[in-house]
Structures are given as C-alpha cells and as structure tokens.
C-alpha cells in the first residue's frame, strides 16, 4: 500500500499569510494526489486533484504542486473561513490511500 | 444541483448487518465511478470502496479492512449506491461518505463530490 506522510501535523498562521501543507508519498507512479479541506462536523471539500488541478469552484488563493514523491498545497493570502483539516490522498493505485491530516489555525 | 444523500446508519450490535443507501441526483450517475469513504471518531479518511462506472461494467475494489464482509452496488434506475455491511465490528463505527469520482476521459478529476454522510455505531 502506498504511505502518505503529511508535514506538518498542525500549524497556526495569521490571516493573510502564506502556507505549505507537504505530502510524501512512500511511492508513486503518476501525479494522482488530491487534497480536501474538512471543517469541523462537516464533509470533506474537493480542492485540488492530478496533483495541481484546481477542482470546479475552488479559489484560486489554493494552488497545489509536486512531483515524484512530495506534493504540496500552498494557501495564499490566508482567510478566516480557511480553518480546518487538510488531507492528502493518493489514487495511483488501490487501496487508495489519505495522508493522516494536518490542522489549520488561523490566529 | 448535484447532490449525494446517505441514508440507513444507525447503531447495530457486534456481528449484525446494515446496508447504507445514497440517493444521487443533478448528474449522469451511470458515468461516474462512486467510492464510500469513512471516518471514525475523532480519526482520519479511510477509503472503503468502489463501484466503476456503465462503461467500465460496474466493477469494484474494496479496502483489506472490509474485503470480504462489505459489498458494493448501484441502481441505475434508482441513480442509488448501496452499502451492505455484514459481520460489523466496533472498529467499523464511523461517519460513512458517499463520493462521486469523475474518471471519464479527458474528465479525470477524482472525488470530487461529497455527501453529508451517515453515522454507523456498531456497539453491544
């Protein structure tokens, strides 16, 4: 099964800032990583998928980048309604697989 | 307005069986791959399964943890993805998700869709 390592497990950022969540993929063929955002209580959201590929809706502040093994999702100029907790996912092969999360403060 | 709603949760004993539904509507349901994806308490996502689309028959993968005691299926008259979950464990408390995964050429977006998801307690 392919391993998804997520770095940091939590960070705190101030509104307006700039963040980078990382993903490390214990080995991967293709691109195929997407990211979400969960809230508390609530569904994941679809953010990025291939890797880079901003899904239908989704501002373009969220940009999502990488290759070979480590994947990254920057937030830019970071909102108030940003909070929560990003996954990685990888569905290069089954089983697919989800980073462990990383929480999101904003101060 | 595309939409998922999961329906069927509720709390089960060691050993019992449930079968999750998800009602789908504002898309062509027969050209999407659909996966249930769960989260138990306090945890991460964990992929469950898969049901391919019409044009790749409707094929399935499941997860090691559930191969062999879950099954997934779809009515396309109904636009419904089921769930049936025999020979429940506590380990398989969890919110469950329906998710639409867009894989049609040149469309290969992932999940992209979610449901609200329904609770499943298996508890004595």
């Known amino acids: 099964d392919i391993q998804l390592t997520q770095s940091p497990s939590s960070l705190s950022a101030f509104v307006g800032d700039t963040v980078t969540i990382t993903c490390r993929a214990s080995q991967i063929n293709r691109n195929y990583v997407a990211w979400f955002q969960q809230k508390p209580g609530k569904a994941p959201k679809s953010l990025i998928y291939?890797?880079?590929s901003l899904q239908s809706g989704v501002p373009s502040r969220f940009s999502g980048s990488g290759s070979g093994t480590d994947f990254s999702l920057t937030i830019s100029s970071l909102q108030p309604e940003d909070f929560g907790i990003y996954y990685c996912?990888?569905?290069?092969?089954?089983?697919?697989?989800f980073g462990q999360g990383t929480r999101l403060e904003i101060k | 307005e595309v939409q998922l709603v999961e329906s069927g949760g509720g709390l089960v004993q060691p050993g019992g069986s449930l079968r999750l539904s998800c009602a789908a509507s504002g898309f062509a349901f027969s050209d999407h791959y659909m996966d249930w994806v769960r989260q138990a308490p306090g945890k991460g996502l964990e992929w469950v399964g898969r049901?391919?689309?019409?044009?790749?028959?409707?094929?399935?993968e499941y997860g090691a943890s559930v191969k062999g005691r879950f099954t997934i299926s779809r009515d396309e008259s109904k636009n419904s993805l089921y769930l049936q979950m025999n020979f429940l464990i506590t380990e398989d408390t969890a919110v469950y998700y329906c998710?639409?995964?867009?894989?049609?050429?040149?469309?290969?977006?992932?999940?992209?869709?979610w449901g609200q998801g329904t609770t499943v307690t298996v508890s004595s």
């Open positions: 291939a890797g880079s």
């Open positions: 996912q990888q569905y290069d092969a089954y089983p697919l697989t």
């Open positions: 049901t391919r689309n019409k044009a790749n028959s409707f094929t399935t």
């Open positions: 998710v639409r995964t867009t894989w049609t050429q040149p469309r290969l977006y992932g999940m992209d869709v």
